[in-house]
C-alpha cells in the first residue's frame, strides 16, 4: 500500500467489482434454456463465454473506429455470436430478456453496506463501461447509493481508454491523482493509474467461479487492497 | 391537468424548484458583505442581481457560440460583473465564498420527503444546467437522492435548448414523452413541452421573495400541478 493524500472522491468499477454478475445472468440463462428444452447446455459457460467477449470487444473497442455505443446493444451483438457458434436458435423476447438480465444484477453480500459505509466520507461515482440506464435500474434493484452515475457514456469512452477515467475526475472537477478507482481487475486498474488515478483493490476470487482472473499479467502493489468494500471502508476510515 | 400515460421518470429542475437559492444565497452574501464592512449593501437585492444575469446568461446562451462551461464559471463571471456595476471591490477568497455558496442550498421543506416518495415509483434525475460536481454536493449537502445527474453537462446544452431535454430521455434510454420536467418555472416547463416532455408545475411562490416570477408568460395548464414536492407525490400515487 502506498502512502497517499487520501483522496477525494471514489469511481467504483461495477461488474465485477459491486455486483456478482456470473451467479445473477448464470441463473437467467438457466431459466430461459430450461424453458426452451435446453437445460443440457452449462449456464455457467454460457455465462463466460458472453463475459469473455464483452472483455475482448472492450479491450479491442479502440480498433473498430466505433463511437459509445450503449451496452444493451454490445451485449446483444454479443450474445448473437455467441449463439451463431452455438447453434442455438433463441427467439428475440429470449434474447431480450437475457440482455435485459445485466440490468438486474445482484451485489456481492458486501456491497451496500461497503458503499453506505464510505458514502460517508467520499462521494461515490461509477466508472463502468455500463450505460446509464443500465446503471440506474441496477442501482434501484441492488441499493447502491450512487452520487453520480458517471464512466463511459458520459465520458463517450470506454475504459480502458484514459479519458474514460479522466473524464470522470473532470466531470467531479477534480484532478485525476484526487479521485480513486475502486475495481476488482488488475487491467483495469493498471489503466486508471496510467492515467494518474489512485487504485483500490478489492479482492473478488468467485468472480470467475474460482478459475483465475483473465487480466493477472497487470499485477502490481495498488494503493489500497481489501478483501470486500466493508474492509475497503475500514481502511479508509470510514 | 391533462389525462397521460405516467410517465417512466421524473427530470428535476433544482435552483427554486427543489432548493431555496434565494434564502441561502442571501444568507453568506450578508456574512461576506458585513465581514468586509458594508452591511448597508441589501443582501436579497444582491442575490436577485445576480440571479437575474445567471437567467438573462442562460436565455441568451445559445447565441454566444460558447459550448458548455461549469456554473461556477459563469456565476464567477456574472458575480465580478455585477460588483463592477455596484463600484465594490472583494478579495478572490470572498468571490469564490460567494460561487462556492451555491454548491450548498438548503431545500425547501418539503424537498426530501417528497423526492424520497417519488423515488419509491420513478427514478429522480437532474435536468439542471447547473454542472455535476456542484449537483453532487449539493445532494450530499441536502440529502437529495437523485438516481443520476443528468441534464446540462451530459447533455452538453444548458435549457432551454431542446437537446437539454431530449438528451436526459435519451441517457434514461426513454423517449422524451416518457420523461416528465418537474419545475417551478413556466419558461423551463414551456420549452420541455416543446421538446416532447411531459409537464409539472410546483408552485414555489417564495423563490422571488414574493415578488411574481419573471416568466409568467410562458404559463399554461400544465400535465400537473401541485403545491409542494409531497404534494406531487401524493398526486402522482407515491
Sequence with gaps: MTANTPPKALAFDVFGTVVDWRTSIAA??????????RPDIDAFAFTDDWRM????GMRDFGQTGRGFVKLDILHREMLD???????????????HTLVMGW???????DSVEGLNRLKRRFPL???SNGHIALLVNMARHAGLPWDAILGAEVAQAYKPAPAAYQRT????DIAPGELCLVAAHHGDLFAARAAGLQT?????PLEYGGAPAPDLQFQQPWDYEAGSLTELAERMGC
Tied chains: 1, 2.
Design 53 to 56: 467477449r464483452y472483455l475482448i
Design 125 to 127: 461515482v461509477t466508472c
Design 28 to 37: 437467467l440463462v438457466g431459466q430461459v434454456l430450461s424453458a426452451v428444452g
Design 169 to 172: 475526475a473532470q466531470a467531479l
Design 81 to 95: 455470436a455467441l449463439l451463431v457458434d452455438m447453434q442455438l436458435d433463441l427467439a428475440e423476447a429470449d434474447r
Design 103 to 109: 440490468h438486474r444484477l445482484e451485489p456481492w453480500p
Design 200 to 204: 483500490a483493490f478489492i479482492h473478488r
